[in-house]
């Protein structure tokens, strides 16, 4: 198992971008598909992003498309989630999670290995 923290949160405008990173502690980091989920006030978790463990192919929910990228240094321990043209609909908790399944299937698995604790994102109209 792994233990991850999230950082890089706060407060941004509507429009702007923030880059949340995610560090993972052990030595079989590059066996884990990684992903970020959200979790906005009074709503459940949802799935934003996956990335394989090579980082060569990724999976992104449809608010996100085109708009989000993940990415990931296995040499650094270190998924990262760029966030671009953020909207107030993006207000969340994002948590960072690691599993051994696969990097679209992870979007609907129930049990996920690892979280983080989770880092709040603040968009403002």
């Known amino acids: 198992q792994v233990q991850l923290v999230e950082s890089g949160g706060g407060l941004v405008q509507a429009g702007g971008s923030l880059r949340l990173s995610c560090a993972a502690s052990?030595?079989?980091?590059?066996?884990?598909?990684m992903a970020w989920f959200r979790q906005a006030p009074g709503k459940e978790r949802e799935f934003v992003a996956a990335i394989s463990w090579s980082g060569g192919s990724s999976f992104y929910s449809d608010p996100v498309k085109g708009r989000f990228a993940i990415s990931r240094d296995n040499d650094k321990n270190t998924v990262y989630l760029q966030m671009n043209s953020l909207t107030p609909a993006d207000t969340a908790v994002y948590y960072c999670?690691?599993?051994?399944?696969?990097?679209?299937?992870?979007?609907?698995?129930?049990?996920?290995?690892?979280w983080g604790q989770g880092t709040l994102v603040t968009v403002s109209s």
């Open positions: 052990g030595r079989t980091f590059r066996s884990y598909v």
């Open positions: 999670a690691a599993d051994q399944s696969h990097y679209v299937t992870i979007a609907t698995t129930r049990y996920l290995e690892s």
